[in-house]
């Protein structure tokens, strides 16, 4: 494109440094490698090897549930190859329990307890990081940062053993924690990636089809406004789109290469953790190793810099000094959001969602391996089975939102609808009759595959609708911050869900009773994403921004919006 061709398609910048340079079809690339990247670990690793190498690591140091000393090992010795992960005990010893600083809970409870901590901490790093990533040039580099860190602590449980259970737990902590505040900071470039989009060639041979015009000045602000509602949502939701569908094709890949390895493995005389403590060194790898492009091809895309009123070149001062900013812009942030009633509906139905999700994928996979006696191989095709599905997710719902004309909220609430047939299914075990048969109510094992197409075809589409409807409800300018309130919206309820399945299974010493608390968690939801109205939402935010920039104009708002003329006073200092 020439260069005067260039200069019409971009808007002005809002502040001194802010990069309006057109996206390229490099960018997009480097914004879809870290999906590729990531997504291995979030699939391979938090949705399949890392709660089974926990629950695994635990069971070596474990006793029967049922007797409470006959070593939870002792009836595995001949057990290998695909019976790796096999149930220890007999129907009446399904579950281990280990002492954990004093505490004795079931194996199966100590990884969801586990990752219900990690959530907790994620959660409380996003805090101190989400708003500086706002300011100066801080995106990229804690997306690499936390990026090259997550990686690193997956590779490193190749150095696990079961002696140092605990040890694990601490590395699930920092990788959790890195993989979700990576997404937040990779969230936080896709309203950007959409703003800056022009109509040439380079950007239309990645989205494939028809584009947006490009990001026009408003009259009302010198800040700028937003494109049309219908096209803005369109490239971001196809954007994201295919984000979520690449990165779990790139997760497939990684579950058959493990696979592999799982059945190589399996004929040889190693410990029992071994290979699973390889597929988390495979998957961390390919987090390290596809970090690189996105480093190479996203750019920066600074904001405005922070001013934090501290004097001084310490190090320590400067230190201290951002902590604080971004402990008071989150708080800011929280402050301005509840201004935004279209953007609060929606968090707390995300708080709610996400809690849904997180125990849902967390309790099958330990239901698949204590309750369904289902080993290695059978827990990684049902990987794969979900991965798959969640590839077909994210390409089909756009298609089945087009062609019944489906709003975004109703096609997410089309999703929470079909997700709700996994615990329901679940609790038709409890029905006598059906317990009879020996077979519904997930009594076989086979009968978790069909129910694994259903999440991961859902998840499909939730990934990618959910974060690209949330991205209309923020002010632009404030992506990170509020994607990080997304996020802590997220983490924070996800740590809620697998701490009461753990606390249920502890005290029932089975996880089926925990699918009637799914089943009322997944339906909260639905009603309030229903409500979300997005087009008054996004005017809401747009008009939001305006305010933030501008720092004044309170008069021209009207007793209506007496929300955000409260609302600019408290994001003076934002910028």
Not at 22 to 28: A, D, G, N, P, R
Not at 330 to 358: E, H, P, R
């Amino acid at each position: 494109m020439e260069d005067g061709e260039a200069a019409q398609s971009q808007r002005r910048p809002r502040y001194a440094g802010e990069d309006v340079s057109s996206t390229s079809s490099q960018e997009l690339k480097g914004f879809y490698a870290y999906g590729v990247a990531a997504e291995v670990f979030a699939v391979c690793g938090v949705g399949s090897f890392l709660p089974v190498t926990l629950e695994q690591l635990a069971r070596e140091r474990g006793v029967l549930w049922s007797d409470k000393t006959t070593s939870c090992m002792a009836k595995k010795a001949a057990e290998t190859g695909a019976r790796l992960l096999s149930r220890a005990a007999e129907e009446d010893n399904n579950q281990c329990v280990v002492n954990v600083l004093g505490a004795e809970i079931t194996t199966s409870s100590f990884a969801m307890y586990t990752f219900s901590l990690a959530v907790l901490v994620q959660a409380l790093a996003l805090i101190f990081f989400s708003s500086v990533a706002d300011h100066g040039n801080y995106r990229k580099k804690l997306l690499l940062g936390f990026g090259f860190t997550g990686a690193t602590s997956s590779m490193l449980f190749l150095l696990v053993i079961p002696k140092l259970f605990l040890v694990g737990s601490i590395l699930v902590i920092i990788g959790v924690t890195c993989l979700g505040s990576s997404f937040v900071i990779l969230n936080s470039f896709l309203p950007l990636l959409v703003a800056n989009m022009a109509p040439n060639r380079d950007s239309s041979s990645v989205l494939m089809d028809d584009l947006p015009p490009p990001y026009e000045e408003s009259s009302n602000h010198s800040f700028g406004a937003k494109k049309s509602d219908s096209s803005a949502l369109k490239l971001a939701t196809k954007i994201s789109s295919k984000g979520v569908g690449i990165g779990y094709m790139a997760a497939v890949f990684v579950q058959i290469l493990s696979i592999l390895l799982l059945f190589l493995m399996s004929k040889t005389s190693v410990s029992s953790t071994l290979p699973l403590r390889l597929v988390l060194f495979l998957a961390g790898a390919w987090w390290f190793a596809f970090t690189i492009p996105s480093s190479l091809w996203l750019r920066d895309r600074p904001g405005p810099p922070v001013r934090t009123g501290i004097s001084g070149t310490s190090k320590l001062r400067s230190c201290l000094a951002y902590i604080s900013f971004a402990c008071n812009s989150i708080w800011k942030t929280i402050k301005v959001a509840l201004k935004l009633k279209q953007a609060v509906i929606f968090l707390i139905a995300w708080f709610l969602l996400s809690d849904a999700i997180a125990t849902v994928s967390g309790t099958a996979i330990l239901f698949a391996r204590t309750e369904l006696k289902m080993g290695t191989v059978a827990i990684a095709l049902l990987s794969i089975t979900v991965t798959s599905s969640g590839i077909a997710g994210a390409f089909v719902w756009p298609v089945i939102s087009r062609r019944y004309a489906l709003k975004t909220n109703r096609t997410i609430v089309a999703c929470i609808a079909l997700m709700e047939i996994i615990p329901l299914y679940g609790l038709l075990g409890f029905i006598p009759f059906v317990k009879s048969w020996g077979v519904g109510g997930l009594q076989k094992a086979w009968e978790i595959y069909p129910l694994g197409f259903i999440h991961g075809f859902v998840m499909g589409g939730l990934s990618s609708y959910c974060r690209s409807f949330f991205g209309l409800l923020i002010p632009p300018g404030s992506e990170a911050a509020f994607y990080a309130l997304y996020a802590i919206t997220d983490k924070g309820s996800s740590a809620v869900g697998p701490a009461i399945v753990g606390r249920i299974v502890d005290a029932t010493g089975t996880i089926r009773p925990a699918f009637l608390f799914l089943a009322v968690l997944i339906a909260l939801p639905g009603p309030l994403i229903w409500m979300v109205d997005a087009e008054k939402g996004q005017a809401d935010a747009v008009r939001m921004a305006g305010i933030i920039k501008n720092g004044a104009g309170e008069e021209e708002l009207d007793d209506r919006d007496e929300g955000l003329q409260e609302a600019e006073g408290l994001m003076r200092d934002h910028d």
